[in-house]
């Protein structure tokens, strides 16, 4: 099946530096990558809409200058924390949709990393 | 907007015996409704969808759904617990944007 790999599956940072997380889609292309926040015992909250070759879609409330999101690729999105702090700390996880599917394919969704900023 | 709902935060059942996660929806139109599992520190994983046809959807693991109009739910059934099915399980919505709105999730944990 469809698999999506992320890493780190786990950081720990030192507050004010910058993380950078990657999301590969290892055995289809994706042009479309999305990048999710869970806080604990919380909901996935979606953060922003990756797309190969432009600019990624924030949503309301996500700092697009903190999160920073390049897609080069139809098969790479990397997240890069900036300047993290410690409410930055969280389990942020990426899924991809596969372009040969529909719209209504479901999403592949990587193994999550765990940020924790001291 | 589309959004879901999931009315409880966990759900516990013996081993052996049915279970249900409660989804309830909200949309305009016609819903495309998915439910995905997420195991401790891991990603999500999909479990099965409803986007047309049969009421009842038939996913992974033995897990089955089952989509009701007029109550407006979509809620994940299994006739026989195991505790391997001991997660945090997710009802989401296609939204207009073309991306999933996730419910709360629930936490089910079965006893042995």
């Known amino acids: 099946g469809a698999v999506v790999s ?3 599956s786990w ?3 030192k507050s004010g530096t910058s993380v950078k997380i990657e999301c590969r889609s290892l055995d289809f292309q994706a042009t479309t990558m999305f990048w999710y926040r869970q806080f604990p015992k919380q909901s996935l909250m979606l953060m922003a809409t990756s797309n190969e070759g432009s ?3 924030y ?3 996500v700092e697009k200058d903190k999160f920073l999101i390049n897609h080069a690729s139809l098969t790479l999105s990397t997240l890069t924390v900036t300047s993290a702090h410690p409410e930055d700390s969280s389990f942020y996880i990426c899924s991809a949709r596969d372009d040969s599917g529909t719209g209504y394919s479901p999403l592949h969704f990587g193994n999550g990393t765990r940020l924790t900023v001291t | 907007a589309q959004s879901v709902a999931q009315p409880e935060d966990q ?3 013996a081993e052996g015996n049915p279970l249900t996660v409660k989804c309830t929806y909200s949309v305009s139109g016609n819903p495309y409704l998915f439910w995905y599992v997420q195991y ?3 990603g999500l994983q999909f479990l099965l969808k409803y986007i047309t ?3 009842l959807v038939k996913g992974s693991y033995g897990f089955e759904a089952e989509f009701n109009k007029s109550q407006t739910s979509f809620h994940l059934k299994k006739p026989s617990a195991l505790v391997s099915d001991s997660a945090l399980y997710f009802c989401a ?7 999933l709105f996730f419910g709360t999730g629930t936490r089910l944990t079965v006893i042995p």
């Open chain 1, 6 to 8: 992320q890493h780190p």
């Open chain 1, 11 to 13: 950081v720990i940072c």
């Open chain 1, 55 to 57: 600019k990624a879609t």
């Open chain 1, 59 to 61: 949503e309301q409330g």
């Open chain 2, 11 to 13: 759900v516990n059942v």
């Open chain 2, 40 to 42: 401790p520190n891991r």
């Open chain 2, 53 to 55: 046809g049969d009421n």
């Open chain 2, 93 to 99: 919505v296609l939204t207009g944007a073309n991306n």
